[in-house]
């Protein structure tokens, strides 16, 4: 099969490698469209440390299935799926108590930590374990379909605090999962989302995505402006979808006493928190981690229109195109969100 290989930093090439063997309790897909993740990019590079190569990267994707394992019920060739990112384990305590985000032994699809290695689907085929997979409406496209996964990593973190409709909601960081957090908010009847960025062309965007104001961090006081928004207590509610200690401190600083701060991002390994704020302002600091089994709530919202990701596809392209598109994510084209590959 064609596969696009991360060989070392920074160098990626479309060669052949085997087709996977499937396990009894797994399946191969056909991946038809595996969208290129923020965390892929910052793999590329290693600053991460979770893309050492050599590897195949890719873990937003939807498919056919090619073939079955011996041991799986209730899928056949042809069926139209997507799939967890996470691969747990099913049997450790967390997964026991539905907490498959946090099992024990969970490795994910594109990633290799020095731990595990584990190849995903920027490529022709990829085996995935069958108690991950999920059907997928024939109404839903294929390339709609691989942008489940970064869907369901806005609908867990609105699980974790849901706002109530008259709540002040801050979001910090308008990408594409802040894009996403506002319209997971607004379907469940937030009517007061101000979103923050530094790039005017991204605020504008939150607008269309359900944001009522918008703040431009560049140069302003947010903490002061959400204040002055908000009759001068604060946001009630903010989700931080950045990562860095700035923005952190932000999403903390700008709530008011007793607000909830859920916390996406994760690119930086540690960040600055003001700790006497949170202590005496009684702020309570929520991590938020992958999703935990809401793709069928994910399937529900794409295939009714309450989450619209087209705005998001920037470009869909040949596998043999995803060296030059990585190259061009990397230098930071602004022109491009969301590109799928379609192996």
Do not use: W
Not at 109 to 116: A, E, R, W
Not at 175 to 182: D, H, N, R, S
Not at 258 to 281: D, H
Request: glycine share 10%; aromatic share 4%; hydrophobic share 40%.
């Amino acid at each position: 099969m064609k596969a696009l290989l991360l060989s070392e930093y920074k160098k990626l090439s479309v060669v052949d490698m085997p087709t996977p063997d499937i396990a009894d309790d797994e399946v191969l897909v056909r991946v038809r469209a595996c969208g290129i993740c923020g965390s892929d990019i910052h793999g590329y590079d290693g600053s991460t440390g979770r893309r050492i190569p050599p590897l195949v990267m890719g873990h937003e994707a939807a498919g056919t299935i090619e073939r079955t394992g011996r041991g799986v019920d209730g899928f056949t060739p042809g069926d139209r799926v997507t799939f967890d990112s996470t691969v747990s384990c099913g049997k450790c305590e967390f997964c026991r108590r539905g907490q498959i985000n946090l099992c024990d032994n969970r490795t994910v699809l594109g990633v290799s930590c020095g731990d595990y290695r584990r190849h995903g689907a920027f490529a022709e085929y990829v085996s995935v374990p069958a108690r991950i997979l999920y059907k997928l409406p024939d109404s839903l496209p294929f390339e709609r379909a691989a942008l489940i996964e970064a869907v369901s990593i806005a609908v867990h973190a609105v699980s974790r605090h849901v706002p109530a409709p008259d709540d002040a909601v801050l979001v910090v960081g308008s990408g594409m999962i802040g894009a996403l957090v506002m319209q997971v908010l607004k379907d469940k009847g937030c009517r007061n989302i101000i979103a923050v960025d530094v790039d005017d062309d991204k605020l504008a965007f939150a607008k269309r995505m359900g944001a009522a104001r918008v703040l431009n961090a560049k140069g302003l006081d947010v903490p002061a402006a959400t204040r002055e928004l908000t009759g001068g207590k604060g946001a009630d509610v903010s989700f931080e979808v950045v990562g860095h200690t700035d923005t952190v401190m932000t999403a903390i600083r700008s709530l008011r006493k007793g607000g909830t701060a859920v916390l996406i991002g994760n690119l930086s390994p540690k960040v600055e928190l003001p700790l006497q704020e949170v202590v005496s302002r009684e702020i309570s600091v929520l991590g938020s981690c992958a999703s935990n089994g809401e793709i069928p709530q994910c399937i529900d919202l794409l295939a009714r229109g309450a989450v619209d990701v087209d705005p998001l596809i920037s470009l869909k392209a040949r596998l043999d195109d995803a060296p030059g598109l990585f190259e061009r994510l990397y230098a930071g084209d602004k022109s491009l969100m969301k590109v799928i590959i379609q192996p």
